[in-house]
């Protein structure tokens, strides 16, 4: 019992937010007002290793079972290959960034675009994100 | 001997069922908004797609970045303005596929 009241306020309290990669494009001032404008897509997941290893721990008081630790090795060699962030089960989430951005801004003049990518952490649970954010020459 | 059969059934079934589900996008890049459609002018998306297979760390196609650029010059007969990039990686097993996806708007 005492084990679950320590691991809720962890779960709870371990919100963050992560930087993986900025890209900063060139700054048109001279060419009129700017609108702010701003892309922002993300693909909730959850990181299936620190699940299976959480459930380990909980379910076996810590001892180890051979059949998660299998179930982990199993996930491990599925699902290799370079990553950035936690894995997300659809691809397809920031495909339309060009459209959502091109939208905004009827002038079709941007300028001072910030690609970023980043997460909201939850320890075993992501929000992966990827936001464009931009000034509108108007 | 039900306990070895349950735990060959749920490892079985684990191998089928995440075999290459998960992908992850690192970095979507855009630039080159600094053209001024003019309303009466037609313009249209299009869009490139090519990928890397990798086994092992070992890399099959290593021109897939060019190809998505051929690709996406090849769709457009004017110009082409506001390229996206889009670089990200769909896992599978022992291996991965490395993505690219580039789009664009091209004015004619």
Redesign the interface.
Known sequence: MRKYLLLTPILLLTACARM??I?V??I?QSQGKLKPISVKVSENTVNVDTTLALTDAVLSNGSGS??IE??RT??A?????????N?????A???N???Q??AQ?Q?????A?R?V?EANDYAIASG?I?R?D?DCIL | MIKNTFSTLVLLSAVLLLNGCTSSIHMVNTDGFDQVIPADVDYKYVEASTKQHVILGFAANTNYVDEARQSLIAQCDGELTAVSTQYSTNHSFLSWYNKILMKGVCIE
């Open positions: 993986d990669h890209q494009g060139d048109d051979d059949e299998a179930l199993i996930w060699l599925m699902n290799m290959g370079p990553r950035t962030g894995p997300v089960f659809n691809d989430y920031a495909q960034v060009l459209n951005l091109h801004c002038s079709g003049k941007i300028t675009i690609s990518r992966e990827v464009i931009a």
